[in-house]
Structure formats: C-alpha cells, structure tokens
C-alpha cells in the first residue's frame, strides 16, 4: 500500500523534532555538563551509563504498552499527541543550571537527564513503530525511513547552525548558562508542535487483529528466537556507539585541539574561531548525513541493504582512523573527510530502521503473532544502549587522559580527545560491519515473507 508525501512529510517531522534534542544530547550535553554546569568528566561518564541503562530497560516496556494501546487515534499516534508537551518542558529543566553544590549538581543532573530520556523513550518508541504500521510494502518503508532521516538530520542541522549563535546572543548581559537555558526552550517549543502535527499527519493501517496479538509471555519468548533481531541489535548498537563518539568530542576536539585557525582560500585569508569551526562542522555532518539517507534507497535497492549497511559502516571505520594523523591547520582535509564519513554513515541509519520493519515481519511470518511495538522497541534500546556506552566512554576517555575543563590541555589530554574522535570512534563502526555480516533477512526472502502475509501462508523452508 502506498503512502502519499504529505503523510511522508509528516512523518518526517516526528524526527525533525526528536533528533533536534537528540543532537543536543550528543553533540552538546557533555559539553555543558563539563564547561557549563561544572560537573567532572568522569562524574558525568559514570551518570550517562547509570540513566541510559535504566532508560534503555524502559524501551522494551514502552515498546510492550504501545502494542497493547487501543484508542480512537491508534496505538502510537497517542502518544506523540500526549506526551509533546510534557517532553519541551523536561528538555528545558535537562539544560537549566540551579545554584546546587558539586553534590547537589550531581543529583540534579540525574534526575533531569533520567526524567528526560523516559520522556523521549514515552515519544520515540511509539514514533519509530508508527512506520511498521503505516504500510506493509518494504520498499514504503525504506522510503519511510529515508524521509524520518531526513528530518532527523535537518532537525539536526537547525540546532548545530543556530545553538552556537543563540547561546552567545542570549547569554550577552547574563551568563552562559542562561543563554544554553533560553536557546532549548525555544527548541522544546518547536519540537512539541512538530511531535503534535507528525501525530496528525500519519495514519496507521495495519492493525493485528486479536488472532495475532499474544501474551507478554509469548511475546518475549518470540524476541528471544528472533537471531535477526539479535543481530541488529549488535550491529545498531556499534553504529551509535561510532557515532556518539564522534559527535561528543566535536565540540572538545576544536575548542582543545584544532582551536582558532587562519585559512588561505583562492588567495583570501580567513580567520576563523572555534565557535565557527565547531559549528560549520557539525552543521556539514548531517548535511553531509542528509546525502547518505537520500542515497541509501537507491544503492540499497541496487546492492541490498545488508551489503549497503556493512560497506558504509567500513567506509565510515576507515576514513575515521585517517583524522588522527591530521594536524590541526588541515582545515580542509579535516572538512573533506567529514563530508565523506558523513555519507557513509548517513547511509546507514535509515536502512537500521527498514530492517527493523522486515524483522517484525519475519517475527509474524515465523510465529503467527505480530509484536510491532516490542520489536521496534529494540531499535530504540540498541540506540540507547549505543550513545549510553559512547557517551559513557567519552566522559571516562577525557577523564583516563587527564582532562580537566576550560584549562590548557597537555599532550596526554590532547592526544585523549584525538584517539575519542578517531581511531575508537573508528573502531565502533568496524564491529558493527562484522555483526551485519551475520544477518540473513535478504532482499529475496523478504519478499516471499512479504507474500505468505498477504496470502495468509507460511513457508516450510526459512
């Protein structure tokens, strides 16, 4: 069944919205944490492991609420309706900066960053389900998928352009931290329009009927026999453990390493600042990303999504490696290879989300039952799971090598922040290219599954 653009567009804004915090986690939560709220590295670590791991064991079960939601509006679409608001105003209270103690800061921050990701995981595990439902065609949920990135990457975009800029704006007359305080209330403004208006726009079409809903029981016994699901769990979690990375050592890798430069162009001279530099480099990132999604239905429809995954995940392991012999004054060649990696690992995400669709799937074909929810549930944990333990290892990396905030860094510091951003990174994605290697959903098998749904039959060979 094919689903128009406009219900396409709308459900792209659901990312639009989320991904708009998302990058905000990734790219600037350590950052403020460290240099703004006056949290140590380590400290910090330590807290990104202990609440993620808590909200990842809340996807599954938000996962298995959503599967057996039933209103007038749907199963998913509820909850991005209902949970929009109270998700801004936690996002506002995650980057707000109370005058607490070293200690009282510490709490503060967990129980914020906590109630933050348990409202994140209350809307996105819902959002990334309403694919699965929206249409039965694999090819439909590809695009799907290619029009979720593309708003992932351009809410993405809009806060690594603009969250800079803002900050200094609004912190001119105060302090900084108000300025990071003021810049994320007006973002929490505009994703909870944009969660309200994807949860208008979409509608969902395939409803299990009771036939094919089980128990919690059966449910979880399915998951656990479910090898494909296994597998991608391993490869996503790699992937985002590659891309936490990289996107929390961004902000320390200019300010600490490559700093303020001059940059010789068609006989120009430009100076350019870290703020400027850091910021045009994450905003070419998912520029960059947005390439990789637009591209990933086309070469995927040529090589298959398997192939797809497991080479763009390489590429990106490979060129990553190559920033840790650059020096600093490389400008251009540091710029080059983020558009490169940026590609490649565009590539990658959407086809995450597409395979995750073709694993309910299989999980119906091989059992009778459909468990759209809980399956999808998944990707969200394995994201979770994925910038838990990237996000994790950023702060213990920085702390292991001596790092100490808004001081002059020494050679073990810089050397720390360089290996984070390059070579471990890098390693993230290289596992992730050997577990995809394990997964057996092809393009031809997916069809037959796709085919024994419609007819109500099952093959007798897997």
Same mark, same amino acid.
């Given at each position: 069944?094919?689903?128009?653009?406009?219900?396409?567009?709308?459900?792209?804004?659901?990312?639009?919205?989320?991904?708009?915090?998302?990058?905000?986690?990734?790219?600037?939560?350590?950052?403020?944490?460290?240099?703004?709220?006056?949290?140590?590295?380590?400290?910090?670590?330590?807290?990104?492991?202990?609440?993620?791991?808590?909200? +990842?064991?809340?996807?599954?079960?938000?996962?298995?609420?959503?599967?057996?939601?039933?209103?007038?509006?749907?199963?998913?679409?509820?909850?991005?309706?209902?949970? +929009?608001?109270?998700?801004?105003?936690?996002?506002?209270?995650?980057?707000?900066?109370?005058?607490?103690?070293?200690?009282?800061?510490?709490?503060?921050?967990?129980?914020?960053?906590?109630?933050?990701?348990?409202?994140?995981?209350?809307?996105?595990?819902?959002?990334?389900?309403?694919? +699965?439902?929206?249409?039965?065609?694999?090819?439909?949920?590809?695009?799907?998928?290619?029009?979720?990135?593309?708003?992932?990457?351009?809410?993405?975009?809009?806060?690594?352009?603009?969250?800079?800029?803002?900050?200094?704006?609004?912190?001119?007359?105060?302090?900084?931290?108000?300025?990071?305080?003021?810049?994320?209330?007006?973002?929490?403004?505009?994703?909870?329009?944009?969660?309200?208006?994807?949860?208008?726009?979409?509608?969902?079409?395939?409803?299990?009927?009771?036939?094919?809903?089980?128990?919690?029981?059966?449910?979880?016994?399915?998951?656990?026999?479910?090898?494909?699901?296994?597998?991608?769990?391993?490869?996503?979690?790699?992937?985002?453990?590659?891309?936490?990375?990289?996107?929390?050592?961004?902000?320390?890798?200019?300010?600490?390493?490559?700093?303020?430069?001059?940059?010789?162009?068609?006989?120009?001279?430009?100076?350019?600042?870290?703020?400027?530099?850091?910021?045009?480099?994450?905003?070419?990132?998912?520029?960059?990303?947005?390439?990789?999604?637009?591209?990933?239905?086309?070469?995927?429809?040529?090589?298959?999504?398997?192939?797809?995954?497991?080479?763009?995940?390489?590429?990106?392991?490979?060129?990553?490696?190559?920033?840790?012999?650059?020096?600093?004054?490389?400008?251009?060649?540091?710029?080059?290879?983020?558009?490169?990696?940026?590609?490649?690992?565009?590539?990658?995400?959407?086809?995450?989300?597409?395979?995750?669709?073709?694993?309910?799937?299989?999980?119906?074909?091989?059992?009778?039952?459909?468990?759209?929810?809980?399956?999808?549930?998944?990707?969200?944990?394995?994201?979770?799971?994925?910038?838990?333990?990237?996000?994790?290892?950023?702060?213990?990396?920085?702390?292991?090598?001596?790092?100490? +905030?808004?001081?002059?860094?020494?050679?073990?510091?810089?050397?720390?922040?360089?290996?984070?951003?390059?070579?471990?990174?890098?390693?993230?994605?290289?596992?992730?290219?050997?577990?995809?290697?394990?997964?057996?959903?092809?393009?031809?098998?997916?069809?037959?599954?796709?085919?024994?749904?419609?007819?109500?039959?099952?093959?007798?060979?897997?």
């Amino acid at each position: 069944m094919k689903v128009g653009l406009k219900e396409k567009m709308a459900y792209g804004l659901g990312d639009f919205a989320s991904s708009m915090f998302w990058k905000l986690f990734s790219m600037f939560l350590l950052f403020f944490y460290t240099d703004i709220f006056g949290i140590s590295a380590a400290a910090v670590g330590t807290m990104f492991l202990v609440t993620r791991v808590w909200d +990842a064991a809340n996807d599954p079960l938000m996962g298995i609420i959503s599967d057996r939601t039933t209103t007038r509006w749907g199963k998913f679409r509820p909850f991005l309706l209902f949970g +929009a608001i109270p998700f801004g105003i936690v996002g506002v209270l995650t980057f707000s900066t109370p005058d607490l103690d070293s200690t009282g800061k510490l709490i503060y921050a967990y129980v914020t960053y906590t109630l933050m990701m348990m409202a994140y995981t209350a809307v996105n595990v819902p959002y990334g389900s309403l694919l +699965a439902v929206m249409s039965s065609k694999s090819t439909e949920r590809t695009s799907l998928a290619s029009w979720r990135f593309i708003g992932a990457y351009s809410g993405g975009m809009l806060v690594t352009s603009t969250a800079t800029v803002l900050v200094a704006y609004f912190s001119e007359g105060t302090s900084e931290a108000k300025g990071y305080q003021t810049t994320i209330a007006i973002y929490a403004i505009v994703a909870a329009v944009l969660f309200i208006l994807t949860a208008l726009g979409t509608k969902e079409r395939l409803i299990p009927t009771k036939e094919q809903q089980g128990s919690l029981k059966d449910d979880l016994k399915d998951l656990g026999k479910n090898k494909p699901w296994f597998i991608m769990l391993a490869a996503n979690i790699c992937i985002l453990i590659f891309m936490s990375l990289r996107d929390g050592s961004i902000m320390f890798y200019f300010k600490y390493v490559v700093k303020d430069q001059s940059l010789d162009l068609l006989g120009t001279t430009y100076e350019l600042t870290t703020a400027v530099l850091s910021s045009a480099y994450m905003s070419i990132w998912l520029g960059s990303n947005i390439i990789g999604v637009v591209l990933a239905k086309p070469i995927s429809a040529l090589l298959g999504k398997k192939k797809t995954f497991g080479w763009a995940a390489l590429i990106s392991a490979g060129l990553s490696v190559l920033f840790f012999f650059l020096s600093p004054s490389q400008i251009l060649i540091i710029f080059l290879l983020n558009v490169l990696i940026g590609i490649s690992a565009g590539l990658v995400m959407p086809l995450g989300w597409s395979m995750y669709a073709d694993i309910a799937d299989y999980s119906e074909w091989k059992t009778g039952r459909r468990a759209t929810g809980l399956v999808f549930s998944s990707s969200s944990m394995s994201q979770k799971f994925g910038w838990t333990l990237g996000g994790a290892l950023s702060g213990w990396i920085l702390a292991a090598y001596g790092f100490e +905030a808004n001081t002059d860094q020494t050679e073990l510091s810089l050397l720390g922040i360089k290996l984070m951003f390059s070579v471990y990174a890098g390693i993230g994605a290289l596992v992730s290219y050997l577990a995809i290697q394990f997964y057996k959903l092809d393009e031809g098998f997916m069809r037959q599954v796709e085919q024994d749904l419609k007819d109500g039959t099952k093959t007798a060979v897997e």
